[in-house]
Nanobody, 120 residues
Framework: QVQLVESGGGLVQTGGSLRLSCAAS????????MGWYRQIPGKQRELLAA???????NSVDSVKGRFTVSRDSAKNTVYLQMNGLKPDDTAVYFC??????????????WGQGTQVTVSS
């Protein structure tokens, strides 16, 4: 079973930056896609950005220009660079992977999350 482990969260002031990491226990190139999400207590988990096996990235309008997803395949790690952080960005951040299964389906794998707190 592939595992994902996020790291890099913490407390930062408004306008600051953080880089989150999502390390996989195996090759990330087998995944159909990997994504970064965040969740505020009481709200639904929100997709922020995703990266395909070909390295194509996409992000939602609310973070475009501030958040960038990237990867290092040699390290089996995907990153989320977050700049210009705002208090509204305070949340638990998760990465996930869409993993093809042996029987032809897919499964979604989630990491445990990392807390990001932006102070005003």
């Amino acid at each position: 079973q592939v595992q994902l482990v996020e790291s890099g969260g913490g407390l930062v002031q408004t306008g600051g930056s953080l880089r989150l990491s999502c390390a996989a226990s195996g090759s990330i190139l087998v995944f159909k896609a990997m994504g970064w999400y965040r969740q505020i207590p009481g709200k639904q988990r929100e997709l922020l950005a995703a990266i395909s096996p070909d390295g194509i990235t996409n992000s939602v309008d609310s973070v475009k220009g501030r958040f960038t997803v990237s990867r290092d395949s040699a390290k089996n790690t995907v990153y989320l660079q977050m700049n210009g952080l705002k208090p509204d960005d305070t949340a638990v951040y998760f990465c996930n992977a869409i993993n093809p299964t042996a029987w032809g389906g897919v499964e979604t794998i989630w990491g445990q999350g990392t807390q990001v707190t932006v102070s005003s």
